[in-house]
C-alpha cells in the first residue's frame, strides 16, 4: 500500500468531491442542464477573480493557451510590448509575443529574483510606444513573487494595458482585479482551483475591449470576441470540457464555502511554516525575501544529488516533489503547497524531505523540520 | 429517479468504467508514472487511426483547437487549399482558413447532400495551385458521410495534401489512415473515443512535415514541432489534461478489446437499424443514400413543432436528442449513435421519438419503430 502525496506547483491534489463530481454522468452542453450550471460557474468566477466590471471567460486548454489567447487578442502585429521575466514563465510571454510579431522590450530579473518596480517604470518612460506591459504574478519556475498591485499603478499611470499570468497566483495570493486595475488575468485549472489540468480561465476588464476590437492577430479558437458573444448565451463557443466545468463548479463552491481571503490565508500561514520547516534543516530558500505561498524553491545542499533524492522519493515513497527546470535543473527542489493542502500536508512534505535528505546520506537531526512548522503553525 | 439518455452526436455516453478512471487521484506530467500511461495511449492511438507512420499527437482542446492548428501547421499566408463544405463543420474549415489569411477555393455540396469527388477533381483541375485539400469525413450537422477514400486518390493524383476532419468518423466508420494515404486527420474525444470532451487527436503522417517545415503562420499552443519533439520523451509540450488522458487509456482498451474493425461494423448495424424504425415510422431520413453511420438526421414530420419535442423529451423525460444547426434548425432532428452504444439504447431511442411525437399530437402507431429495430437487428 503506497498512498500518493502530490506536493508540486500543479497539477496538485483534488479532492475527493471533486473528483467524483468530475466523474458524473455526461450531459451535452448545448443543453439548459449545462447552461445553468455554466452562468454559476461563471459568476463564482467572478468571486474567484474579486471582480465585478470583467467577465471571465472558460478556455478548454492548459493554462499556456490562455496566455496564448491574451497575445493573440490584446496586440496586433508589430506593436510594442512589455514582457517582465524572471523565469520560465517569464519567457513564454516573450516566446508567445515573439511568436505573433509582437515586438518585445524585456525587464530581466536573475532567477530567484523578482523584476524591481522601478525598472518597469524606467522602461515605460524610455518606451512611450509600449501598448501592454504582461507581467507574472506568481514565477512558478523560481518560487518568487512579484508584486503585481504596485507594477499595476505605474502602468497605469503610462496608459498602457496590463495583463497578468496569474496562472498559479488567483485562489492563492491576494489579487483584486478591479481594485488593482489589471486589464486581463489568466489562470488554469491544476493550481489553486483544486482541479486536474485542462481548463484556463481569463478574465478580460471593459478597460480591454478596444485593444480586442483593434487587434489584427489571427485566432479563432482563441476569440475573445467569440466567447463574450457565447457568455452571454450562457455557454462557449466551441464544445467544452463538460466534465471538468462541472468538477470545477464544485472545486469553487468549496472555495466561497472557506472565503476567498481565508484561502490566501491558510496559504500564507502553510507557506511560512513550510519555510520556517525548511530552514531549521539548514538548508537555503532560492527566492528569499521575494518567496511565493505557492511554493517552496530550496537550494540543493552541497554534495546531494537532488535529482536521485526527488526521484527516490516519487518512485519509492509516493511523495512527489519537482527539481529545478532549465538551467536551475539540479540546483534546487521545489515544494508546491497550492489549493487542497492543510497542514499535515506540511508535516508530511517536510518529513519526506527529512527522509529523503537523510537516506541520500546527507546529515538530517529527524524531526527538527517538523517541529519548526509545528511551532509556526502553533503561532500563527 | 430520472434517468438519462444522452443521443447527441457529442458529447455521448461514457462508460462508467471510464468516468471513474477520469475520477483517480491526480498524477503529475512530469514523472515517469504518467510517461508510462502517455506512451500505451499514443500507441494505441496509432490503432485507433490505423497507422504505422504516423505519429499521433494529443490535444487539451475540443476537436476545433485540432482543426486550427493543422491550419496553422499546414498552410503558410496567402496559400490556396480547397475546402470541401457540405455543412457546418466544412464552414469551419473555410472559416479557419480565411483567420490565416489561407486562400480558399470551396466545392460545396446542399446540406443533406455529400461533395461529389468528380468536383473536387474538377477544381484540382483548374487550380493546379492548390496546396491541401480540407475534408470532412462524417458532417455531423447534417448526418452525411464522404467518399474519403475516393477524395484522397483524387487528392494524390494532383500531389496536394489532404487534411481530414474526422472528428465523429474516427472510431465508428472504418477510417485506415495510412492506407488512404491521409496526410494530417484530427478527431476528438467526445465522440467514437467515449470520453468526455476535452481532448483531440490529431495523426500526421511522414509526407505533410515538409509543409509544417515550410509554414509561417503564428502558432505556440498548436505547434506540430513542439508536440512531435516532447511526443519522443513520452510527454506533451505543455501541461495535458492529465485526467482526460487517465480516462481515455481506458476507452482505448475497451475499443481494442471490442477490436477495431468490430467497433466498425456494431455502428454500422446500429445506425442500419435506427434508420428502418425511423423509416418505418413514416419519417423521411434528412442525408438519403448519403447518411453515415454517426448521427441519423431526419426530416421533421410537417405540422409538429419539433424543437418543442426534442425540449420535452430532454427536459421531461430525460431523453436528449439534438435538433438541426443553423438554416436547419426547426427542419430536423438528429438521433446520435456513436461510441458507449448497444442495441437497446436504439430500442429507446425509436421508443422516445414514438412518445415524443405521439405527445406531440403527431399521429404515431406505437411500436411500429421499435419492432422494424428488432427485425433488422435479428436480421444483421
Redesign the interface.
Known amino acids: 500500500m503506497k498512498k500518493?502525496y502530490?506536493f508540486?506547483p500543479?497539477?496538485?491534489?483534488?479532492p475527493p468531491e471533486v473528483?467524483?463530481a468530475?466523474?458524473?454522468?455526461?450531459?451535452?452542453?448545448?443543453?439548459?442542464?449545462f447552461s445553468r450550471i455554466f452562468k454559476e460557474l461563471s459568476e463564482d468566477l467572478k468571486y474567484l477573480f474579486q471582480t465585478e466590471k470583467g467577465e471571465v471567460f472558460t478556455l478548454?486548454?492548459?493554462?499556456?493557451?490562455g496566455m496564448?489567447a491574451c497575445v493573440a487578442n490584446m496586440m496586433s502585429k508589430g506593436e510594442k510590448a512589455l514582457v517582465l521575466s524572471a523565469g520560465k514563465f517569464g519567457e513564454r510571454w516573450a516566446?508567445?509575443c515573439s511568436?505573433?510579431?509582437v515586438e518585445t522590450v524585456i525587464a530581466k530579473a536573475e532567477y530567484g529574483d523578482a523584476i524591481d518596480p522601478a525598472d518597469v517604470e524606467s522602461i515605460l518612460n524610455q518606451h512611450k510606444d509600449i501598448k501592454a506591459v504582461f507581467a507574472t504574478q506568481s514565477e512558478t519556475s523560481t518560487g518568487v513573487l512579484h508584486n503585481i498591485e504596485k507594477i499595476a499603478k505605474i502602468v497605469k499611470g503610462y496608459g498602457a494595458l496590463l495583463i497578468v499570468d496569474s496562472i498559479t497566483g488567483i485562489g492563492i495570493h491576494r489579487f483584486p482585479f478591479d481594485e488593482w486595475g489589471v486589464d486581463v488575468a489568466v489562470t488554469?485549472s491544476?493550481k489553486g482551483c483544486m482541479l486536474?489540468?485542462?481548463l484556463a480561465f481569463v478574465c478580460v476588464s471593459p478597460n480591454a475591449w478596444d485593444a480586442v476590437e483593434a487587434s489584427d492577430?489571427?485566432?479563432?479558437?482563441w476569440d475573445f470576441k467569440k466567447m463574450r458573444k457565447s457568455l452571454k448565451d450562457d455557454t462557449t463557443a466551441?464544445?467544452?470540457?463538460?466534465?471538468?466545468i462541472v468538477a470545477m463548479k464544485k472545486a469553487l463552491d468549496m472555495i466561497k464555502e472557506e472565503g476567498i481571503t481565508n484561502v490566501w490565508k491558510r496559504h500564507e500561514r502553510l507557506a511560512s511554516a513550510t519555510r520556517e520547516g525548511v530552514k531549521a534543516l539548514g538548508l537555503e530558500l532560492f527566492a528569499g525575501a521575494n518567496s511565493s505561498n505557492v511554493v517552496t524553491s530550496v537550494k540543493a545542499p552541497e554534495g546531494v544529488e537532488i535529482g536521485a533524492v526527488i526521484k527516490k522519493l516519487?518512485?519509492e515513497h509516493g511523495v512527489?516533489f519537482?527539481g529545478g527546470q532549465g538551467s536551475m535543473k539540479g540546483q534546487i527542489f521545489r515544494i508546491g503547497h497550492i489549493g487542497y493542502i492543510d497542514e499535515f500536508d506540511i508535516i508530511t512534505a517536510i518529513a519526506a524531505i527529512e527522509k529523503g535528505l537523510s537516506e541520500a546520506g546527507h546529515t538530517i537531526d529527524f524531526g527538527k523540520g517538523i517541529t519548526a512548522v509545528q511551532r509556526a503553525l502553533a503561532n500563527s
Open positions: 500518493n502530490l508540486t500543479g497539477p496538485t491534489q483534488v473528483l467524483l468530475e466523474a458524473q454522468p455526461a450531459i451535452h452542453h448545448r443543453t439548459p442542464q478548454s486548454s492548459s493554462g499556456t493557451g496564448e516566446e508567445l511568436v505573433f510579431g488554469g491544476q486536474p489540468p485542462g492577430l489571427p485566432k479563432y479558437y466551441f464544445t467544452p470540457s463538460v466534465s471538468l516519487r518512485d512527489t519537482t
